[in-house]
């Protein structure tokens, strides 16, 4: 079976292989690691398509037998976005990026194409072309359908898109309940399959304990970094002086705001900033130097923050935001608060360093509960079967013999 994805993807391979302009962080780990597991298995070949900055033309290799084609959606040669008087982009609606995939496509001819969000219009755009002409299935990647991203043109289009993609497009992939039931919520005609990808097996490190806390994610608001400043100046009123370790990357200007918010509330001399480190790897020992995992995420999936940390036998507080509480539904494998509860954020920190048999608790029940929940499922037969399902459902409704 032929497999397209258009989605978004770079680690530090991709920039070797790439020799962009400028290096990328990496993008959506999850991809390329459930790429990997796919590429054993010869049930499936698989085409990923993606746009990359800093580069020109269009790039293709082969890695460990996924085949791979990135495009620039940018600006051409420099690979700098649009300036803000002139979105070429968003005046032609993307057509550079939906012609230069079109191409790709075109010369692939895939059984079956599954676009990796919606959200994204510089690349999800490009999945519209294709309604009617080839078996498509979209993956949710965020929650909370709400839409409202802000007034810049960016932000219009952004939702423009998305609602097309969520209200034209039948088959869409899920893996959590709460993604199945917002989708619904807006699509009550959507067909949803169950797919979960690939979450490398990570062990728990043996480091010296350096930090009472760690927040490693995309550091903001949404996030819930502003709520863990706010609950460090709760836990040095309530209990004692707590040390935290933030990994992730944001802008200088948000980082200045966050340095003077933390002066203000008198625990600048709390937090340790690594800001962004280049691997999964240096990131997981040092998250590893902490004892409890903090995200306050104000809406989310299930984070990958979240699973690693769990994996790595971190203890995790957080809110019961999106699919998050999803974890908790056999017993209690996180602490959750609700969403903007501080109090009780600090409340469950000081349960944990204050409590060993809870710690050690929470601990074993986390290794558990990622082992039982991700471990114990068939990634590769959730894929086949969902893209069968689409092919044949395509080919029923043209009145063709489906081609698996």
């Not at 890695?63 to 940018?74: Q, T």
């Not at 980082?255 to 001399?269: F, H, N, P, Q, S």
């Not at 996180?334 to 009780?344: N, R």
């Not at 600090?346 to 409590?355: C, F, G, M, Q």
Request: glycine share 4%; aromatic share 10%.
């Amino acid at each position: 079976m032929k497999v397209v994805w258009i989605c978004r993807v770079s680690d530090p391979d991709i920039n070797d292989r790439l020799k962009p302009l400028k290096r990328t962080p990496q993008i959506s780990p999850w991809i390329s690691n459930t790429a990997n597991y796919l590429s054993d298995y010869d049930e499936i070949e698989l085409h990923i398509i993606s746009p990359h900055e800093y580069i020109t033309g269009i790039k293709e290799f082969n890695r460990n037998g996924v085949y791979y084609y990135f495009f620039n959606n940018n600006m051409p040669i420099w690979g700098r976005h649009w300036p803000g008087i002139f979105k070429w982009d968003i005046m032609t609606n993307y057509a550079h990026n939906k012609r230069v995939v079109g191409k790709i496509i075109q010369s692939i001819n895939p059984d079956v194409i599954h676009l990796q969000g919606a959200e994204n219009p510089y690349y999800s755009s490009t999945a519209l072309q294709f309604l009617g002409k080839y078996p498509l299935v979209v993956n949710l990647q965020r929650m909370t359908l709400n839409f409202f991203r802000g007034n810049s043109k960016e932000a219009v289009k952004a939702v423009e898109v998305e609602q097309e993609i969520l209200s034209k497009f039948k088959h869409f992939s899920v893996r959590t309940k709460k993604m199945k039931e917002d989708l619904l919520s807006y699509n009550p005609k959507a067909i949803t399959h169950w797919v979960r990808y690939n979450i490398p097996e990570l062990m728990p490190k043996s480091l010296k304990k350096e930090y009472d806390l760690v927040y490693f994610a995309q550091i903001g608001k949404i996030k819930g970094i502003e709520d863990t400043i706010e609950c460090l100046k709760i836990l040095k009123s309530k209990y004692r002086k707590v040390t935290l370790c933030i990994m992730g990357s944001c802008s200088s200007a948000y980082k200045e705001y966050l340095l003077k918010m933390a002066e203000e509330k008198g625990v600048a001399d709390c937090i340790l900033w690594k800001g962004f480190l280049p691997s999964l790897e240096e990131v997981h020992n040092e998250a590893s130097k902490a004892r409890i995992s903090v995200l306050p995420t104000h809406w989310d999936i299930i984070p990958g923050t979240i699973i690693e940390s769990m994996q790595l036998g971190l203890p995790v507080v957080s809110y019961k935001a999106g699919s998050i509480p999803e974890l908790n539904e056999d017993r209690e494998n996180v602490l959750l608060s609700e969403i903007g509860d501080i109090e009780d954020l600090a409340n469950n920190i000081i349960r944990l360093l204050t409590d060993d048999d809870l710690y050690n608790t929470m601990r074993d029940r986390g290794i558990e509960c990622i082992k039982n929940r991700y471990n114990n499922e068939n990634v590769l037969k959730q894929h086949l079967d969902c893209y069968c399902e689409v092919i044949e459902d395509f080919h029923q409704s043209k009145g063709n013999i489906c081609k698996q």
